[in-house]
């Protein structure tokens, strides 16, 4: 499922995903607020048939992988 330019509710605040990547078999993405541009996250996104949930990242995973790839492939833009 493409996620990206959509617009997800956490704790009553609207976020756009900006943009993803894969890992593992894993969704990650890349959210900003859209009404406050300055409050950005990063979440995994686990989708199946039944839901779509947004979870914390492991900080070791974020800063050792995940955060190096969404580097890169900003860097490409």
């Given at each position: ?25 894993k969704k ?50």
């Amino acid at each position: 499922m493409n996620i990206e330019d959509k617009v997800l509710t956490i704790n009553n605040n609207e976020y756009i995903v900006i943009d993803t990547i894969d890992l593992d078999n894993k969704k990650y993405a890349y959210l900003v607020n859209t009404a406050n541009e300055l409050d950005s996250m990063f979440k995994e996104i686990i989708i199946n048939e039944e839901e779509m949930r947004i979870e914390s990242i492991d900080k070791d995973l974020f800063t050792n992988k995940i955060y190096p790839l969404f580097i890169e492939k900003f860097k490409n833009y």
